[in-house]
């Protein structure tokens, strides 16, 4: 039973009639998450008693950060599924996270920068976390290059896959770095075994973002996905027939 279902996820027109009728049940909570995150976080929470309305900013940025190490780790974990059991939908899945992740990546960036200015009186700092934020959004444009640069789709699955499934060590970098080395970047104040250090007020809008953009990210990745199998099956018989139909 198990294998089956395994193997009708490699299924191509499975995955396309799939991903159609799950999209609206991730879009749509994901929207109204998104909407009420906001207006708790920058309307209803208390300003900050050292940054002020300030920080605030972490209502986009945390989430955006959370995002950009989320979606490379299941573009990583696709792509080693490709690789080793050469499932072609797991490719696809991979091809489609990585513009998503680097959107992530770079609005993680570009709103810490925008933190970073008044809070430490510069844009940018070669900080470690930062630094290997930089190296994670390479690594999505670097995978990005890649495909493009090859024009046989086997050759592109497999040579993106490994610089995909070689890359995901930065993950853990990205993550330990404020705490492996002596990092501007502030600790960590949810993501935490002990108890968050950040008021109810503040946390639960911020929660509620995070839950947002994880299923907001759910939702764009089937959209592309059904995208990326339109592309690679586009000479299959089933294609005409889902078009006529």
């Known amino acids: 039973m198990t294998w089956t279902w395994f193997h009708r996820l490699a299924s191509p027109p499975y995955i396309y009639t799939l991903a159609a009728r799950l999209t ?7 929207g109204l998450l998104i909407v009420a995150g906001l207006w708790g976080g920058l309307v209803l929470a208390p300003p900050d008693y050292q940054q002020g309305d300030g920080f605030r900013i972490i209502y986009v940025h ?3 950060a959370w995002m950009s190490l989320m979606v490379y780790t299941t573009m990583a974990i696709a792509a080693a599924v490709g690789l ?9 899945v991979a091809a489609s996270c990585a513009p998503i992740g680097a959107s992530f990546t770079f609005a993680a960036l570009v709103t810490g920068a925008l933190w970073g ?3 430490w009186g510069t844009y940018w700092e070669w900080d470690p976390r930062l630094t290997s934020e930089l190296i994670l959004l390479f690594l999505y444009l670097g995978y990005m290059g890649l ?3 090859l024009e046989d789709t086997q050759r592109a699955d ?5 610089l995909a499934v070689v890359g995901v060590v930065n993950v853990p970098i990205i993550h330990y770095s404020v705490t492996w080395w002596n990092s501007l970047h502030q600790a960590p104040t949810v993501m ?16 509620m973002m995070l839950l947002g953009f994880t299923l907001f990210f759910v939702a764009i990745l089937l959209v592309r996905l059904r995208g990326e199998v339109l592309s690679r099956e586009r ?5 005409r027939e889902v078009v006529s139909a």
């Open 147 to 149: 495909r493009a640069a």
């Open 117 to 119: 200015q008044p809070m």
């Open 84 to 92: 080793i059991w050469r499932i072609k939908v797991a490719h696809a």
């Open 235 to 239: 000479s299959a018989s089933w294609i």
């Open 24 to 30: 609206p049940w991730f879009a749509w909570p994901a």
């Open 158 to 162: 497999r040579a993106s896959g490994v």
């Open 192 to 207: 935490r075994l002990a108890k968050p250090e950040i008021a109810a007020s503040m946390l639960v809008p911020l929660l």
């Open 62 to 64: 945390a989430p955006s």
